[in-house]
């Protein structure tokens, strides 16, 4: 328990009322019952409802998901993160299988899945992660495959494992500032993300594969504007295509608080920023998430692979 306490804020502050610009859409019930029929039936996670995302009717309504591999309790003890924390059970070994049989009953023509942490695992879950790449490429082989990847500790034969499935997209959130790192991902290291997001970006370049390379953060939880230009700056140093910038909405009471509320002209500030530095997409709005329009991004026509560096 001592180590969650440490992560959450002592700011008195009362919660701040939303934006109207963080309205969100409610969309048609039909199909979002359809989904989690179909999740719940194969006993799967959707991070749509573990990280109680405010997109999740506008996705389901669109019958997409983004699929949450290794159960639903997580190891680690972010301070902006709904998800359990705790010690997980034992992986499910038919959940590769599952998440293929998912995915083709939706047809789908992009899917994302991520997982919890699992670092009770020695790999921390890498083969489970190639497995279930592989079983949804086997069932489903027109289908793009986009992975939301943990860190595993560093451990580069845990990400060579995830890549040696081929992946079509690779994502990896940074979420915040290395300023904020402590408060805001406390088992996490910022360097250690980039140097996962750089070793996915050369093996890609390596052999000439036309996988892309992703990673996303939140902000309002008092960054500067300057601060996330320097972010996207160290993206881009580590060859990252894609970035993803979304206000962090706090999930409950005994999360961080909301430090701001960013302005919509703020996030197409940075859109512009990013674009300028040679990113191939950003996707910056008050409720992005990391696989907001994941498969229009994916979409958009590459930029090569030497332009625009760093």
Not at 51 to 80: K, Q, V, Y
Not at 138 to 149: F, H, S
Request: charged letters at 25%; proline letters at 6%.
């Amino acid at each position: 328990m001592s180590r969650e306490l440490r992560v959450i804020s002592n700011n008195p502050k009362a919660r701040q009322p939303k934006p109207d610009w963080l309205r969100i859409r409610l969309g048609d019930p039909t199909n979002q019952n359809h989904v989690l029929k179909l999740i719940e039936g194969l006993n799967l996670h959707t991070v749509c409802q573990e990280a109680r995302c405010p997109n999740i009717f506008e996705c389901w309504s669109d019958r997409t998901a983004t699929f949450m591999l290794g159960g639903d309790i997580c190891t680690r003890h972010c301070g902006f993160c709904a998800v359990g924390k705790g010690a997980p059970g034992a992986l499910d070994l038919e959940e590769p299988r599952h998440v293929a049989e998912a995915v083709r009953h939706l047809n789908l023509a992009h899917t994302v899945f991520t997982s919890v942490n699992r670092d009770d695992l020695p790999d921390g879950g890498a083969a489970h992660w190639a497995a279930t790449i592989r079983e949804v490429r086997k069932a489903n082989p027109e289908c793009r495959i986009e992975v939301l990847i943990p860190d595993f500790n560093g451990d580069e034969a845990a990400l060579d494992a995830v890549l040696d499935a081929q992946p079509d997209v690779l994502n990896h959130n940074t979420e915040t500032i290395p300023r904020l790192y402590r408060r805001v991902r406390p088992d996490a290291d910022y360097q250690q993300s980039l140097t996962l997001l750089k070793r996915a970006g050369e093996r890609r370049d390596r052999e000439a594969r036309g996988m892309l390379t992703k990673s996303g953060i939140m902000v309002g939880l008092g960054e500067t504007f300057d601060e996330v230009v320097e972010l996207m700056k160290d993206l881009r140093e580590v060859s990252c295509e894609i970035m993803t910038i979304g206000q962090y909405l706090q999930p409950h009471a005994r999360r961080l608080p909301v430090e701001r509320y960013v302005t919509p002209e703020e996030f197409n500030s940075w859109h512009q920023v990013g674009m300028a530095m040679g990113f191939h997409h950003v996707e910056a709005s008050p409720l992005t998430r990391s696989s907001y329009h994941a498969r229009q991004q994916a979409e958009r026509k590459p930029r090569t692979y030497v332009e625009g560096r760093g």
